[in-house]
Antibody
Framework: EVQLVESGGGLVQPGGSLSLSCAAS????????MSWVRQAPGKGLEWVAN????????YYVDSVKGRFTISRDNAKNSLFLQMNSLRAEDTAVYYC??????????????WGQGTLVIVSP | DIQMTQSPSSLSASVGDRVTITCRAS??????LNWYQQKPGKAPRVLIY???NLESGVPSRFSGTGSGTDFTLTISSLQPEDFATYYC????????FGPGTKVDIK
């Protein structure tokens, strides 16, 4: 069974930093692109970043470029998101998601339970 | 950037009803369109890949059609467990989700 377990969320002041982790199990972690997707309270879903299987390519939504860094450790089946210069608008539940390419379309086949990040004074 | 819209933003329906949700892309995305279901307090779950391919384990009452810019998700006979919010997501250029359609009980 695929499992993704996020951790590291919490309350942080504007301008502060936070590091999220995602522990993966039940599949060959190093064979999949991985992503972070967030959801602000009461709002929709927003893709944040993704990382290639070997970590050689990383992509970000414009609003977090230069502030967030995605990384992975395939030996430890773990995904990370380093978030710096946090803003109130970064407040959201952050989901770790496994990338899946199916029938010609790339989607998010498995999701963790999410970890809540609150940016507030 | 590719923008996604959904209609309606919400709908009320009864068990057994046929429900159709529309998703539109701001430019052609071929069939690079997926659908998700999300229940309150839970993570999303993928239902359909590539506009019309049902994910394993998803009930056959769910179906998807479309290509280019216009897509639909249909639930042929709404069941109590289907009351949720549904999102479309494109993967043609980056990744963008639609704003969601909330399906609640009439």
């Amino acid at each position: 069974e695929v499992q993704l377990v996020e951790s590291g969320g919490g309350l942080v002041q504007p301008g502060g930093s936070l590091s999220l982790s995602c522990a993966a199990s039940g599949f060959t972690f190093g064979s999949h692109w991985m992503s972070w997707v967030r959801q602000a309270p009461g709002k929709g879903l927003e893709w944040v970043a993704n990382i290639k299987r070997d970590g050689s390519e990383k992509y970000y939504v414009d609003s977090v470029k230069g502030r967030f860094t995605i990384s992975r450790d395939n030996a430890k089946n773990s995904l990370f998101l380093q978030m710096n210069s946090l803003r109130a608008e970064d407040t959201a539940v952050y989901y770790c998601a496994r990338g899946q390419y199916d029938s010609g379309s790339y989607g998010f086949g498995n999701w963790g339970q999410g970890t809540l990040v609150i940016v507030s004074p | 950037d590719i923008q996604m819209t959904q209609s309606p933003s919400s709908l009320s329906a009864s068990v057994g009803d046929r429900v159709t949700i529309t998703c539109r892309a701001s430019q052609s995305i071929n069939i690079n369109l997926n659908w998700y279901q999300q229940k309150p307090g839970k993570a999303p779950r993928v239902l359909i890949y590539a506009a019309s391919n049902l994910e394993s384990g998803v009930p056959s009452r769910f179906s998807g059609t479309g290509s280019g810019t216009d897509f639909t998700l249909t639930i042929s006979s709404l069941q109590p467990e289907d009351f949720a919010t549904y999102y479309c997501q494109q993967s043609y250029g980056g990744f963008t989700f639609g704003p969601g359609t909330k399906v609640d009980i009439k």
